[in-house]
């Protein structure tokens, strides 16, 4: 069975830095794009990142290029994200999801449940 | 990155059919056929109904089905169940080589 399993969401004041964590199972995990997608409250689904199955292509939103960094480690079998210079909008859950296919921007067909993320002072 | 367009709900009674249409540009909807259509019900992750415009998921019901003309891709419910009562996202490649969703609509069954 596909898991996706988040974590590290916190309360966190703006300019922190945070890493979430999305350990995968169930699946090669090396053969998968991954891509995190957050949801501010209240309001709709924004593709924040993706990364090739391999690891050596990564893309990003215009709203956290330069601020957030997409990474995976094959041999943990998990996704990350690290977030700096964190502001209040960037308040979400914040799901993983894995991807079709290798590329990283094949549709997403198994998500996790989604890790609060709250930027506040 | 400007969010594809759909409408903010739509309705419709038990048995009924729907469209949700997603409207974009020759940069992302228009420009290729990489159209996913995702359903989420409140509190829920989404859920990958279309993929590549047209094709359906493994255990997707075949009253969900998907079209593109131009720069608008569509999602067709046939046969509304209660169930289907829920948030529906549109998804597109760009050609910035981006992801980016609709605004969402929200689908009421009376």
């Known amino acids: 069975e596909v898991q996706l399993v988040e974590s590290g969401g916190v309360f966190i004041q703006p300019g922190g830095s945070l890493r979430l964590s999305c350990a995968a199972s169930g699946f090669t995990f090396t053969n998968y794009g991954m891509t995190w997608v957050r949801q501010a409250p209240g309001k709709g689904l924004e593709w924040v990142s993706a990364?090739?199955?391999?690891?050596?292509?990564?893309y990003y939103a215009d709203s956290v290029k330069g601020r957030f960094t997409i990474s995976r480690d094959n041999s943990k079998n998990t996704l990350y994200l690290q977030m700096n210079s964190l502001g209040a909008e960037d308040t979400a859950v914040y799901f993983c999801a894995r991807g079709l296919a290798t590329s990283p921007f094949s549709s997403s067909d198994y998500w996790g449940q989604g890790t609060l993320v709250a930027v506040s002072s | 990155q400007s969010a594809l367009t759909q409408p903010a709900s739509v309705s419709g009674s038990p048995g009924q059919s729907i469209t949700i249409s997603c409207t974009g540009t020759?940069?992302?909807?228009?420009?290729?056929?990489?159209v996913s259509w995702y359903q989420q019900h409140p509190g829920k992750a989404p859920k990958l109904m279309i993929y590549?415009?047209?094709k359906r998921p493994s255990g997707v019901s075949n009253h969900f089905s998907g079209s593109k003309s131009g720069n608008t891709a569509s999602l067709t419910i046939s046969g509304l169940q209660a169930e289907d009562e829920a948030d529906y996202y549109c998804?597109?490649?760009?050609?910035?080589?981006?992801?980016?969703f609709g605004g969402g609509t929200k689908l009421t069954v009376l």
């Open positions: 990364i090739s199955g391999s690891g050596v292509t990564t």
């Open positions: 998804n597109s490649y760009t050609s910035s080589s981006t992801l980016v």
């Open positions: 590549d415009v047209t």
């Open positions: 020759s940069s992302d909807v228009g420009g290729f056929n990489s």
